[in-house]
């Protein structure tokens, strides 16, 4: 039989030959070892196949970061099953949508979720598929999944899968508001850890602070992609808190986080070189760093923050070097085996120093979009390189900076909002005419989320808007200003013209 290409069977390889090595130590005090997660994946791989899910079936997972999510992430893998994890901040309209598109073997919630998970699973079942079974898992690790798991076996055989067979299905909103789906399979993930694990010299004496949620790329395939390839270990936080990642930062040596962390970390007090004195490694990456943050925390702590850039596509597609000069305001050179291009809008390639639109091509970047062919075919080149969206120069040293966005995407945290989303909601709404969505520079999210109102007679009041967009939207979707003016400007073909709106409302 030919090596098992399956991202867990590639893990495994760089387990501590000793299981009982640590691989999580949690804020509350906990230490779980590598043999607990190979014998709890194992336990819930049980669970899940014996409920009827099938290799290459969806699992959906919309619960809270936990030890036992993880070990749900790894059961998934390990038994040729398709993780497909939801931000818990989506509401009950957003969570139909995924259901009805994904279509799901088993959807796994909080306790607290089940009510509205019903209710989307009644809306969305069909007598050609219906979802086999709804588990629970909470915080604590209490809920349906565990209890079930606790009596099926620890004996697992991990699923004999291709390369090209999908590993993971994650969601990232479109222009159109409509959500796509993104394939992402075992090869593009494990090419991608093994490149960083080498990239960044993670081995297995490195203790990640992981605070990153891992319902989205950063936390889940990055962070824990280079602990899980090179046998390192974790600190384990639910959720950042400046206080308590100073707190933990002497016992480890790398970090990863988006930029708000940063800022964070600088606005405490007690964070300074001594804090940091074991680090080797700060990364930072999901939204731009700005300069100001770079260079301050160069001079507080001595560290050099090395930023990357990737995307949900593609995973990780550039970075700054380990061993070389880190660059404010780029995110560095391509990673081995990723070519990148920068191309004028008739996609002839342009010189060093010139902006167009970023193309990437890797073993890193996805086959393409969830039942969505057409939408693949306009997001790839004839020669394979994947349209990212985003403008970019690249300089005569091959350092990548990433100039603007074509799309208009707002990145709020880390996280993905998509403009013309919010806008359908806000349009909805009694007394609006018109919207239009825009990012505004926000202290700690680096961008907030600003609607711009066109009025139909009496305009409803921000508090409204928020209130009415908190309904429908995930939190860090709903608007944290709202502007109201008689006319949106315009170009020649009738097309609003948020650079100016952005100009229009930075300074406010």
């Known amino acids: 039989m030919t090596d098992n290409a399956n991202l867990y069977a590639q893990f495994q390889k760089h387990f501590p030959k000793d299981l009982s090595a640590p691989l999580l130590l949690c804020a509350d005090g906990r230490q779980v070892t590598y043999v607990e997660a190979v014998t709890a994946s194992a336990r819930i791989a049980n669970t899940l196949l014996e409920q009827?899910?099938?290799?290459?079936?969806?699992?959906?997972?919309q619960v809270d970061k936990s030890t036992e999510n993880l070990f749900l992430y790894l059961a998934c893998l390990r038994s040729g099953l398709v993780y497909h994890p939801l931000n818990t901040a989506y509401t009950a309209s957003e969570l139909s949508y995924f259901l009805s598109n994904a279509e799901p073997s088993i959807v796994v919630c909080g306790t607290d979720a089940?009510?509205?998970?019903?209710?989307?699973?009644?809306?969305?079942?069909?007598?050609?598929?219906?979802?086999?079974v709804l588990l629970t898992l909470n915080a604590d690790g209490s809920g349906s999944l565990m209890a079930r798991a606790e009596h099926a076996s620890v004996?697992?055989?991990?699923?004999?899968?291709?390369?090209?067979?999908?590993?993971?299905?994650?969601?990232?909103?479109?222009?159109?508001?409509?959500?796509?789906?993104?394939?992402?399979?075992?090869?593009?993930?494990?090419?991608?850890?093994?490149?960083?694990?080498?990239?960044?010299?993670f081995s297995a004496a490195d203790r990640l602070l992981h605070a990153l949620p891992i319902y989205h790329v950063h936390g889940l395939f990055v962070a824990l992609g280079c602990v899980l390839m090179s046998g390192a270990s974790m600190v384990w936080h639910s959720s950042f808190n400046a206080e308590a990642a100073v707190a933990a930062m002497p016992g480890c040596t790398a970090m990863m986080g988006v930029p708000t962390f940063y800022t964070r970390l600088l606005a405490n007090p007690n964070f300074d070189a001594e804090c940091c004195?074991?680090?080797?490694?700060?990364?930072?990456?999901?939204?731009?760093?700005?300069?100001?943050?770079?260079?301050?925390?160069?001079?507080?702590?001595?560290?050099?923050?090395?930023?990357?850039?990737?995307?949900?596509?593609?995973?990780?597609?550039?970075?700054?070097?380990?061993?070389?000069?880190?660059?404010?305001?780029?995110?560095?050179?391509?990673?081995?085996?990723?070519?990148?291009?920068?191309?004028?809008?008739?996609?002839?390639?342009?010189?060093?120093?010139?902006?167009?639109?970023?193309?990437?091509q890797g073993p890193n970047v996805f086959p393409g979009y969830w039942r969505m062919p057409e939408k693949t075919a306009e997001d790839f080149t004839d020669d394979g390189f994947f349209n990212t969206g985003d403008k970019a120069m690249v300089d005569e040293l091959g350092y990548v900076s990433i100039v603007g966005r074509a799309k208009d995407l707002i990145i709020c945290g880390g996280l993905n909002?998509?403009?013309?989303?919010?806008?359908?909601?806000?349009?909805?709404?009694?007394?609006?005419?018109?919207?239009?969505?825009?990012?505004?520079?926000?202290?700690?999210f680096g961008e907030a989320v600003?609607?711009?109102?066109?009025?139909?007679?009496?305009?409803?009041?921000?508090?409204?808007?928020?209130?009415?967009c908190k309904t429908l939207l995930a939190n860090f979707k709903v608007p944290k200003r709202v502007e109201v003016i008689e006319t949106l400007p315009r170009n020649a073909m009738g097309k609003v013209q948020k650079n100016l709106l952005r100009e229009q409302f930075a300074t406010r």
């Open 52 to 61: 009827g899910a099938k290799p290459g079936d969806r699992i959906t997972v």
């Open 114 to 132: 089940v009510e509205r998970v019903e209710a989307a699973l009644a809306a969305n079942d069909t007598n050609d598929h219906k979802v086999k």
């Open 155 to 201: 004996e697992a055989e991990i699923a004999q899968s291709k390369g090209s067979d999908m590993a993971a299905l994650l969601y990232s909103s479109g222009t159109t508001g409509r959500p796509k789906g993104i394939m992402l399979s075992h090869d593009n993930l494990r090419h991608n850890a093994q490149t960083l694990v080498d990239l960044w010299g």
């Open 277 to 360: 004195s074991t680090m080797r490694l700060f990364i930072s990456g999901s939204a731009p760093l700005l300069t100001e943050t770079f260079d301050t925390f160069k001079a507080r702590t001595g560290h050099t923050i090395l930023e990357r850039y990737g995307m949900t596509e593609t995973g990780m597609n550039t970075s700054n070097p380990l061993k070389g000069e880190r660059r404010a305001g780029t995110v560095g050179p391509p990673l081995p085996c990723v070519s990148v291009r920068v191309v004028d809008e008739l996609g002839e390639t342009l010189a060093a120093g010139e902006t167009g639109n970023l193309q990437v």
């Open 417 to 444: 909002v998509y403009p013309k989303e919010v806008e359908q909601v806000v349009d909805d709404m009694q007394g609006v005419k018109e919207s239009a969505v825009i990012g505004v520079a926000h202290a700690d």
């Open 450 to 468: 600003c609607a711009v109102i066109i009025a139909d007679g009496t305009p409803p009041a921000k508090e409204e808007v928020i209130a009415h």
